[in-house]
């Protein structure tokens, strides 16, 4: 997915081959772009500041601006890489409206509000490992192992990434959610946009075991035998779009919001009927072939009115801005959780978009319930999870451990949780409901310490593993599950048999789809 690429611009224009990355139509070096005073001082006049990514080309689109003005609403869109200099633009009078990801607004903290939502990426950004390099490595638990092995003959593993984008925010993720993986183990090689690090990634002179990058590199490095270790499919809340409007503009020109927004989500209807005209848009917009067009538009999933008005109304918006602001703070990107989310957004603005697309919806909903339900974001909430046997759970490819903030404690010798131990299950299980249950499962693997007899620890670690997901199961995690007893045969290397910290449960994500 590209997105937020920090571009070094020349002052003149220097024609070169267009080069299509991810949604992006990097045209060699380009004049820097002007961002002129906003001129909402101008009645239904207003300026947009966003990027190239495909997830915006609506705005871009002269179409959807020609309608705006049928509507009242001269819109000009402009783009400004620097997140830091966009909010700032916003902040300052210079722009009435940015779009950007939620996490770059909460760290950013611009003077404005989100009055709609865009998008969010279902695998348009991924972590992808060096297996062509590394033959074994396949997950976050071979990663760890080939880490140590570096290290203890002096050598450090890189990691690349596109710095200050979405790509980023994922490396936090990795950092934050999963055991073993710390970011300070390697050396970060950032750059400007996710075709470097993707070049990188493939450069067998370079010590890259790791590189998160976006569409359509991410269909390429598959292609390639690369694994895609984790991607936005199975973290599909991770990250999302949003538009965000100057407190200025919202006081002083609200009408303008509405239509707007009554605007945009009409034409996300239209593209929600026929994707074929999305998928064309996209291609022209960012001078992309059919089909990474294709794999762009797949790994974006663009809000409706009715969803977008849902989050900002049920809670799902605060508590997505919650968990996002908790991982910029544990990784050591925020001073301070915002106090109170729910006054960053404002869902007023949409009603008469979300009216209209519940027009439609009624419309339809008899002769194509299908259309009805992707109207509505809800199809891909009412689809089943497939219930997987055991052995298939067991045998699916490894993701990595999940951190267990605390400790998951039970009493001497037996099965009964301890009641400290609840908290951290509680927080876990918030854990893994942040992934998809479609392409994620989870094992639950108990282990003891190497004190009393073998067969009494293997039934006792499978006990505590089963008490685990029972837990989990009662606090509302529905993906598949199962629990795993493994006794004292897999000891933490290091120290002695004996020592109580090899008794530990283990919560490993793992790939069924």
Do not use: C
């Not at 500041?49 to 495909?54: I, K, M, Q, R, V």
């Not at 939620?102 to 709609?116: A, M, R, S, T």
């Not at 917009?285 to 974006?300: E, F, R, T, Y």
Request: charged share 20%; no cysteine; aromatic share 6%.
């Amino acid at each position: 997915m590209n997105k937020r690429a920090n571009l070094t611009l020349a002052l003149t224009f220097v024609a070169t081959a267009a080069v299509s990355i991810g949604g992006f139509l990097v045209l060699g070096k380009i004049a820097p772009s002007v961002i002129p005073s906003a001129s909402s001082g101008n009645a239904g006049e207003i300026k947009l500041l966003g990027d190239t990514f495909s997830g915006y080309s609506t705005f871009r689109n002269s179409t959807f601006q020609e309608a705006l003005k049928g509507a009242g609403v001269k819109l000009s869109y402009a783009d400004e890489f620097d997140q830091a200099k966009r909010a700032k633009s916003l902040s300052e009078g210079q722009a009435d409206l940015i779009v950007t990801t939620l996490d770059q607004l909460i760290k950013q903290k611009p003077n404005g509000k989100i009055i709609g939502l865009i998008d969010r990426t279902i695998g348009a950004d991924a972590v992808v490992l060096n297996t062509k390099k590394y033959p074994k490595l396949k997950s976050l638990i071979d990663l760890n192992q080939l880490v140590q092995q570096n290290r203890s003959k002096g050598k450090q593993l890189k990691i690349t990434f596109a710095g200050d984008t979405p790509s980023e925010y994922l490396a936090f993720v990795l950092d934050t959610k999963f055991e073993a993986f710390n970011l300070s183990d390697f050396e970060i090689a950032k750059v400007a946009d996710a075709s470097e690090a993707w070049k990188l990634l493939q450069d067998p002179n370079q010590n890259v075991a790791i590189a998160v990058i976006w569409e359509p590199f991410v269909t390429q490095a598959r292609q390639k035998g690369y694994t895609v270790v984790l991607s936005s499919k199975d973290a599909p809340t991770t990250i999302v779009d949003v538009l965000v409007a100057s407190d200025r503009l919202i006081q002083s020109q609200p009408e303008v919001l509405t239509k707007l927004l009554e605007t945009y989500y009409r034409r996300i209807d239209t593209n929600v009927r026929d994707t074929t005209q999305l998928q064309k848009q996209i291609a022209q917009d960012g001078n992309l072939s059919p089909n990474d067009a294709a794999s762009v538009l797949q790994g974006i999933e663009f809000f409706t009115a009715i969803e977008s008005k849902r989050w900002m109304t049920d809670d799902t918006l605060t508590k997505r801005i919650g968990a996002t602001a908790a991982v910029l703070s544990l990784a050591g990107q925020l001073d301070q959780i915002p106090p109170n989310p729910n006054q960053l957004f404002m869902a007023q603005f949409i009603n008469k978009a979300a009216e209209n697309t519940q027009v439609l919806i009624d419309l339809v909903r008899t002769n194509d319930p299908d259309l009805a339900e992707r109207l509505t974001g809800t199809k891909k909430a009412i689809s089943s999870t497939s219930q997987l046997k055991p052995n298939q759970i067991r045998a699916a490819q490894s993701i990595g451990n999940l951190e267990v903030r605390g400790e998951v404690k039970f009493g001497s010798g037996s099965a009964q949780l301890a009641t400290a131990s609840q908290q951290s299950l509680n927080q876990l299980a918030k854990e893994i409901g942040e992934f998809s249950t479609q392409t994620v499962a989870v094992r639950v693997i108990g282990h003891t310490s190497q004190t009393g007899d073998a067969q009494i620890n293997q039934v006792l670690s499978q006990e505590r593993a089963q008490v685990v997901v029972n837990y989990l199961r009662n606090r509302g995690v529905s993906h598949n599950i199962l629990a795993e007893g493994k006794g004292f045969s897999q000891l933490i290397s290091g120290i002695v048999p004996s020592d109580p910290r090899n008794q530990r449960t283990e919560i490993r994500l793992v790939r069924i789809n």
